[in-house]
């Protein structure tokens, strides 16, 4: 392992044992070459790699430095599913993870919703109870849909649950619905849809959360089947322009 990376360890270490918090500076360059015993382009290079990580932020001028900055969600999201990108996960890869994500998630959001979420996952559900008018409103009533659960992760008081919940909204996004948005539109797929999330929204409205809990598990399954029938759509679709 380079110096460098070296340091970079370092420094997340220090951050977790000393629970460094967003905002907190480092060390100057110069205690950073004392403590490491390196050299100035040494300390540079895994600043610049922390910076590039998103780990902390670089200020230049008088009372500049190095600022830890908490990594932004887009950051961390973009990068892993570059990683999964080239591992090609399918629609039912990721729905096999989800029916179980899902629940316990939906479950530890009841109680944590704020009149904006909820007026807002109204919003979000009723813009997909009318039949699209082309392909271009499908999309948003799939992205609508999907930014719906994305309400609930944000709220979700776990982290990990949290982020994987909102992960897995954007793999769908990215690999689900833009690969299969131009195929024959799943009318009782929409349907099954609208009708969870008006039934979610009302277990929410009234906090319970054993419905909340059973009603996003029975959600899932229904979503699965449909998902599993796209993606042989899907299939088939590129058999025959191979055929051709």
């Not at 990594?71 to 961390?76: G, I, N």
């Not at 009723?126 to 719906?148: G, N």
């Not at 990990?160 to 689900?176: H, M, S, W």
Request: aromatic share 6%; with cysteine.
């Amino acid at each position: 392992m380079k110096r460098s990376d070296q340091i970079v360890e370092s420094v997340k270490r220090w951050v977790v044992v000393k629970d460094i918090q967003p905002g907190d500076r480092l060390p100057n360059e110069k205690a950073l070459m004392e403590l490491f015993e390196c050299s100035k382009g040494t300390v540079r290079e895994a600043l610049k790699s922390l910076e590039v990580q998103g780990l902390i932020r670089l200020k230049t001028g008088p009372g500049g430095g190095a600022i830890l900055a908490q990594v932004p969600y887009p950051l961390a999201s973009q990068l892993l599913r570059n990683y999964l990108h080239f591992q090609h996960p399918t629609g039912p890869d990721i729905y096999r993870l989800r029916k179980l994500v899902e629940p316990e998630l939906a479950f530890l959001a009841v109680g944590k919703l704020t009149t904006e979420d909820l007026q807002l996952m109204e919003e979000l559900t009723e813009s997909c109870a009318r039949p699209p008018a082309d392909i271009k409103e499908r999309l948003q009533q799939r992205i609508a849909e999907l930014d719906f659960h994305s309400i609930l992760a944000e709220r979700c008081p776990d982290p990990l649950l949290a982020f994987i919940g909102r992960f897995l909204n954007d793999l769908i996004k990215d690999l689900v619905i833009y690969q299969k948005v131009h195929l024959p539109e799943q009318v009782e797929f929409s349907r099954e849809n609208l009708s969870y999330h008006r039934r979610l929204l009302a277990a929410y409205k009234a906090e319970d959360g054993e419905a909340v809990r059973e009603l996003m598990h029975q959600h899932m399954l229904s979503a699965e089947r449909f998902n599993q029938e796209l993606q042989g759509q899907l299939t088939g679709s590129l058999l025959s322009r191979e055929d051709n």
